[in-house]
């Protein structure tokens, strides 16, 4: 089984920019399509974007289109959520997890969660 680890969370400022990372130390998941999720206090959980495993395919929800971008660099096992124009709505503990194929859809996730890494917006 897979574990994934996200990093990169911490504090943002609105309109301000986070970078948020997942990675499976010792793992080559190259060839596994990831998905970001997050989850709000009193939320249920969500899909964010998705990134197939040549990251030649991705798939955002329409919340996040045009202000988040996810890409991957393989060689370092390793796949980026760039967050941007942050809002109090983006405020939520994001999560990654290995997900089924997708096209034209949110993926589904298909691994266990990890732990998450809390995005925080406040000035």
Do not use: H
């Not at 994934?4 to 596994?32: I, V, W």
């Not at 929800?61 to 709505?89: M, P």
């Amino acid at each position: 089984q897979v574990q994934l680890g996200e990093a990169g969370g911490g504090l943002g400022q609105p309109r301000g920019s986070l970078r948020l990372s997942c990675a499976a130390p010792g793992f080559t998941f190259d060839y596994l399509g990831i998905g970001w999720f997050r989850q709000a206090p009193g939320e249920e959980r969500e899909g964010v974007s998705c990134i197939s495993s040549s990251a030649g395919i991705t798939y955002y929800a329409d919340s996040v289109k045009g202000r988040f971008t996810t890409t991957r660099e393989n060689d370092k096992n390793t796949v980026y959520l760039q967050i941007n124009s942050l809002t109090q709505e983006d405020a939520a503990v994001y999560y990654c997890a290995k997900v089924m194929p997708f096209i034209g859809r949110m993926c589904a996730p298909t691994s266990s969660w990890g732990q998450g890494t809390q995005v925080t917006v406040s000035s």
